[in-house]
């Protein structure tokens, strides 16, 4: 059944391809196509001067976009050992966010010692945050998060 889709996809956009060819060049960029998803196709259109295609959401779909949207951010604790040394500044952390929902991998940017890096880890994990949309789908984006230490 995916692949009579997959066929019918490319039928449809070998087909305006041809016709947008014929008629003078397509209208936009179609190197674009690799960044596409199951929610958009190529549609032929008709203009005064020839046949155009455009990509555009498929009926039922929606061609929203939206930012990632961070709920809350918890405070990382500081540790007894960072409050003995006087340890400030500040972690930035590569922070995954799923289009599930979910917190994915965190990478260490920028750390600090006496355990206040796992500290701002382990606050990262807790993010609760709406994901992304594009094309009206969720998807996972990478970002940086920074948590600041300052004893005062």
């Known amino acids: 059944m995916k692949l009579i889709s997959v066929l019918m996809r490319a ?7 041809i016709i947008g060819v014929t008629a003078g060049g397509l ?10 998803d199951d929610a ?15 990509w555009t959401s498929k009926p039922g779909v929606s061609s929203t976009t939206s930012t990632l ?5 918890p405070t990382p604790s ?7 040394e006087q340890t400030e500044g500040t972690v930035v952390l590569r922070v995954t966010f799923l289009a599930s929902g979910k917190i994915g991998a965190i990478e260490p940017i920028k750390t600090l010692p006496n355990g206040l ?3 701002a880890v382990a606050a990262a994990q807790r993010i609760e945050f709406k994901p992304a949309i594009q094309h009206g789908r969720p998807i996972s984006v990478s970002k940086q998060v920074e948590y600041t ?4």
């Open 149 to 152: 230490f300052s004893i005062y």
């Open 27 to 36: 209208a936009g960029n179609v190197s674009e196509t690799s960044d596409l």
């Open 11 to 17: 039928i449809a956009f070998l087909t305006a391809l």
């Open 78 to 84: 500081y540790t007894d050992e960072a409050r003995a």
């Open 117 to 119: 890096t796992e500290q």
């Open 40 to 54: 958009v196709v190529p549609v032929p259109y008709y203009t005064d001067s020839g046949v155009r295609s455009c």
């Open 69 to 73: 949207s961070i709920e809350s951010k």
